[in-house]
C-alpha cells in the first residue's frame, strides 16, 4: 500500500568484517539518501557509518556479542523498516545462528533486506523509499492461537 505523504524510515545496517568496507562505500554513495532517514546499526559497524560519514546512527552491541539479536528484536517490534545486512557467505561465522535468526524475522515481519550492494543500490533507488510506502503487517493471530502464544518453529 502506497500512502501520499513520505516519512522517515528505520534502516537496520549489518556488515560482517570482510563486508564493513563495501558497506561504508555503499553508504558514501547513498549519503543523501540515508541523512533522511532513521540508521541503527550493531556496534563496529555503526561506528564505522558515523565517523566516517558524519551521520547520526543509534549504535546496539556488537553483531557476536548480540547485536543481531538486539536488530530482530527491532524487527519484531516493529520498529525498523528495511534492514541492508552485508553478510560473507564465504566465511564461517561462530553466531551463524544469530545471523540466521536475523535474517528469519526480516522474513518473518516482511521488512525488504538487501543483502549486497546490488540489492541494497536496487532497493533505496526504488521510487518507494521516498513515497511513504507502508509494508503489509504480517496477522499471525490465527497461528498464535493454534500454537499456544509461540512462534518457533
Not at 546499526?41 to 547520526?56: F, K, N, V, W, Y
Not at 549504535?59 to 523498516?81: C, F, M, R, T, V
Not at 526480516?106 to 533505496?124: G, K, Y
Request: proline share 7%; glycine share 10%.
Amino acid at each position: 500500500m502506497i500512502v501520499e505523504e513520505p516519512r522517515q524510515l528505520r534502516i537496520g545496517l549489518v556488515a560482517h568484517d570482510n563486508k564493513k568496507r563495501d558497506l561504508v562505500e555503499w553508504a558514501r554513495y547513498n549519503v543523501d539518501i540515508l541523512s533522511r532517514h532513521e540508521l541503527w546499526a550493531t556496534g563496529t559497524t555503526g561506528s564505522l557509518i558515523e565517523r566516517e560519514l558524519d551521520l547520526p546512527v543509534a549504535k546496539l552491541q556488537s553483531g557476536p556479542l548480540g547485536g543481531d539479536q538486539q536488530l530482530g528484536a527491532l524487527i519484531a517490534e516493529g520498529k525498523i523498516d528495511f534492514l541492508v545486512f552485508f553478510w560473507d557467505p564465504l566465511e564461517p561465522l561462530p553466531h551463524d545462528p544469530d545471523v540466521k535468526a536475523l535474517l528469519r524475522l526480516a522474513v518473518v515481519w516482511n521488512i525488504p533486506i538487501a543483502c549486497n550492494r546490488a540489492s541494497a543500490d536496487f532497493m533505496v533507488s526504488s521510487p518507494l523509499m521516498e513515497s511513504g510506502y507502508e509494508r503489509t503487517q504480517p496477522d499471525y493471530g490465527e497461528y498464535l492461537g493454534r500454537r499456544g502464544g509461540g512462534l518457533s518453529a
